[in-house]
Antibody, heavy 118, light 107 residues
C-alpha cells in the first residue's frame, strides 16, 4: 500500500523560507513524478510543481522564482522550498504522486497547514 | 496558462438525484483531464482520469465525458457520502491548472 507522509514547519514569519518534505512508502519511487499542490484557506487548488526521480522539474511560473523542488532517491523523499513567504502563501500544502502515462494524482499526503504571520 | 472554467460553483441536490458538473478548457487539452473529490479537511481523491476513465475503487455512479474542450462529470443516484467539493484538473501542459471547484450540498 502506497503512503505519502509529509512534514515541515507550520508557522513562518514573512520573508522566511517554507520547507516541506514528503516521504513515500510502498510502490516504486522511480516510476512516477512527485508533485506539490497547495490550497489557501477556503479556496481552490493550485499546482506548484513536480519532479521525477532524475531530478527534472517543472514549476508554476507564478512561483518559479521562489521555489525549489528536490528529490532524495536514497530515502524515497522529495522536498519543497519556497523563499520569501508572505501571508499570501498561507495554505495547506499537499504532496502527491503522479503517474506518467495517465497523469493522474493517485496518492496524496495528509496535507500540512503553513501559516505565514508576523 | 490554460484556464479551466468550472460550473456551477455550487449546487444543492438530494439523495438519489443526478448532478452534472462541467469544465471548459480555454484551449485544446485532448483528453488530459481528471476529476477529484475533496471532503473537508482531507486531501482530494481522484475519481476520473483521461476524461472518462473511472479510477479503481470509485463507484460506477461517477462518470466523465468529453466534447471538444468541454468536460462533464456526472454523478448519478447521489449518495450521502457524495456531498463534497469537486475539482477538474488539466494535465495537457504545464502549469497544470484546476477548475475553481464545485461544492455539492445537500438540499
Amino acid at each position: 500500500q502506497v503512503q505519502l507522509q509529509q512534514w515541515g514547519a507550520g508557522l513562518l514569519k514573512p520573508s522566511e523560507t517554507l520547507s516541506l518534505t514528503c516521504a513515500v512508502y510502498g510502490g516504486s519511487f522511480s516510476d512516477y513524478s512527485w508533485t506539490w499542490i497547495r490550497q489557501p484557506p477556503r479556496k481552490g487548488l493550485e499546482w506548484i510543481g513536480e519532479i521525477n526521480h532524475s531530478g527534472n522539474t517543472d514549476y508554476n511560473p507564478s512561483l518559479k522564482s521562489r521555489i525549489t523542488i528536490s528529490v532524495d532517491t536514497s530515502k524515497n523523499q522529495f522536498s519543497l522550498k519556497l523563499t520569501s513567504v508572505t501571508a499570501a502563501d498561507t495554505a495547506v500544502y499537499y504532496c502527491a504522486r503522479k503517474q506518467w502515462l495517465v497523469k493522474k494524482l493517485d496518492f496524496w499526503g495528509q496535507g500540512t497547514l503553513v501559516t505565514v504571520s508576523s | 496558462d490554460i484556464q479551466m472554467t468550472q460550473s456551477p460553483s455550487s449546487v444543492s441536490a438530494s439523495v438519489g438525484d443526478t448532478v452534472i458538473i462541467t469544465c471548459r478548457a480555454s484551449q485544446g487539452i485532448s483528453s488530459w483531464l481528471a476529476w477529484y473529490q475533496q471532503k473537508p479537511g482531507k486531501a482530494p481523491n481522484v475519481l476520473i482520469y483521461d476524461a472518462s476513465r473511472l479510477q479503481s475503487g470509485v463507484p460506477s455512479r461517477f462518470s466523465g465525458s468529453r466534447s471538444g474542450t468541454d468536460f462533464t462529470l456526472i454523478i448519478s443516484s447521489l449518495q450521502p457520502e457524495d456531498f463534497a467539493t469537486y475539482y477538474c484538473q488539466q494535465t495537457n501542459s504545464f502549469p497544470y491548472t484546476f477548475g475553481q471547484g464545485t461544492k455539492l450540498e445537500i438540499k
